[in-house]
Nanobody, 124 residues
């Protein structure tokens, strides 16, 4: 089992940037595909971005393409979400996710491991 701890959330004005980090501990980090999800009040949790175990493949929700990037540092057991040109509709709790397959970090499955979440608030 992998343990995940997110950091880097906060309050930012529209058009600003934030970088979220997710530190992993437990089993071998490089064995896991990693992803970021978000959940806004009254809405379902949705996939935002995902990255393969080696970092060679990434995917993004249409709503964040061109604004968000995902990266990982396997030596530091950390995955990052760089968020630029933030919009008020990006406001949500952002969750880090880990899974043994890329599919388990693009949709929530029983095999997905979760962090506790970090709040991102974008003011207009």
């Amino acid at each position: 089992q992998v343990q995940l701890v997110e950091s880097g959330g906060g309050l930012v004005q529209a058009g600003g940037s934030l970088r979220l980090s997710c530190a992993a501990s437990g089993r071998t980090f490089s064995s896991y595909a990693m992803g970021w999800f978000r959940q806004a009040p009254g809405k379902e949790r949705e996939s935002v971005a995902a990255i393969s175990r080696g970092g060679g493949s990434t995917s993004f929700a249409d709503s964040v393409k061109g604004r968000f990037t995902i990266s990982r540092d396997n030596a530091k057991n950390t995955v990052y979400l760089q968020m630029n040109s933030l919009k008020p509709e990006d406001t949500a709790v952002y969750y880090c996710a880990a899974g043994l397959a890329l599919s388990s970090v693009t949709i929530a499955t029983p095999q997905t491991s979760w962090g506790q979440g970090t709040q991102v608030t974008v003011s207009s």
